[in-house]
């Protein structure tokens, strides 16, 4: 099994313009989430998901959406890039509501 | 506003040490305290996680002492070892929540 998938790895943006990032999951999980990690900052939630064609808002959720029209995949997309999302953006899914979030390698952007 | 307030921020330890870092919360709702261990370059991984009904539960070298009059847990690494080198993050959920709210985070090296 991959686990938690990423795509990519790394990105450069230039102010403006948009770009989706692809989180896949192999392990049938029900939840999916989208963090965001900055320097003392720690890990924070922008969006998840409970489940096939749901979404939901998280802890910083303005400049992004995402959709999650097959079970597998949580999409993430920037629809006009700004310097301030210059982070690495984690996904993680996990069976349960309270169950271990299993966490991909991690997307590096960075927004020029 | 930072829902759990983790410190040190850093952390340097002696290989054979005991490293120590704390984390505090104020919302009581909170009933389910996970620990995540990070390597440079990957996403994090569960260590370790406690309710609130027991103090203390430990997994090999690692131990999560918690207190709940105080709302306050802490994790101790007895024994530290160079390859526990890593950032630690604490976390906390409700039972009716569906997110998880992560601390700052800390950079623990150990040196030999």
């Known amino acids: 099994n991959a686990g938690v998938t990423q795509t990519p790895k790394f990105r450069v943006l230039k102010t403006g313009q948009s770009m989706t990032l692809l989180c896949a999951q192999d392990m049938n999980h029900e939840y999916m989430y989208w963090y965001r990690q900055d320097p003392g900052m720690g890990l924070r939630l922008i969006h998840y998901s409970v489940g096939e064609g749901t979404t939901a808002k998280g802890e910083v959720p303005d400049g992004y959406n995402v959709s999650r029209l097959k079970k597998q995949n949580f999409l993430l997309g920037l629809e006009s890039a700004a310097p301030s999302q210059t982070s690495v953006y984690f996904c993680?899914?996990?069976?349960?509501?309270?169950?271990?979030?299993?966490f991909g390698p991690g997307t590096r952007l960075l927004v020029l | 506003q930072q829902q759990v307030k983790q410190s040190p921020q850093s952390l340097i330890v002696q290989k054979g040490g005991i490293s120590i870092i704390n984390c505090a919360y104020e919302?009581?709702?909170?009933?389910?305290f996970p620990w995540y261990q990070q390597f440079p370059g990957k996403g994090p991984a569960l260590l370790i996680a406690i309710r609130p009904d027991v103090s203390e539960k430990k997994e090999g070298r690692f131990t999560i002492s918690f207190n709940k009059s105080a709302k306050q847990f802490s994790l101790h690494i007895m024994d530290s070892q160079p390859g526990d080198s890593a950032t630690y993050f604490c976390?906390?959920?409700?039972?009716?929540?569906?997110?998880?709210?992560f601390g700052t985070g800390t950079s623990l090296t150990v040196i030999p």
């Open positions: 919302n009581t709702a909170f009933d389910y």
């Open positions: 976390a906390a959920s409700r039972d009716t929540g569906n997110q998880f709210y």
């Open positions: 993680a899914s996990s069976y349960g509501r309270r169950g271990t979030q299993y």
